[in-house]
Nanobody, 118 residues
Framework: QVQLVESGGGLVQPGGSLSLSCAFF????????MKWYRQAPGKQREQVAT???????IYGDSVKGRFTISRDNAKNTVYLQMNSLKPEDTAVYYCNAFAAINIVYDYWGQGTQVTVSS
């Protein structure tokens, strides 16, 4: 079983920066693709960034050039550095661990609120 714990959310002014962390509790962290999603009120959940198990990064169009995903396999942690934040980045941000090895393993964190407002 895997548990994901996000931290780092909060209130930030437009143009500011915030860093999120997601701690992975379980085994075989390095075989999982780690993802950040977000969901704003009244909107569908949106995939923000992915760091694959083979070390590729993928970003949603709305965050390219502003957000950076990274992972530390020694610490079982994935990070999301968010720069040049906009009010439309306001959402609950969720960490996801996904692997498909014979069966699908799909785990979610509880979410952390990010609010961008002056």
């Amino acid at each position: 079983q895997v548990q994901l714990v996000e931290s780092g959310g909060g209130l930030v002014q437009p143009g500011g920066s915030l860093s999120l962390s997601c701690a992975f509790f379980g085994r075989f962290f390095d075989v999982y693709s780690m993802k950040w999603y977000r969901q704003a009120p009244g909107k569908q959940r949106e995939q923000v960034a992915t760091f694959t198990s083979d070390n590729r990064t993928i970003y949603g169009d709305s965050v390219k050039g502003r957000f950076t995903i990274s992972r530390d396999n020694a610490k079982n942690t994935v990070y999301l550095q968010m720069n040049s934040l906009k009010p439309e980045d306001t959402a609950v941000y969720y960490c996801n661990a996904f692997a498909a090895i014979n069966i699908v393993y799909d785990y979610w964190g509880q979410g952390t609120q990010v609010t961008v407002s002056s």
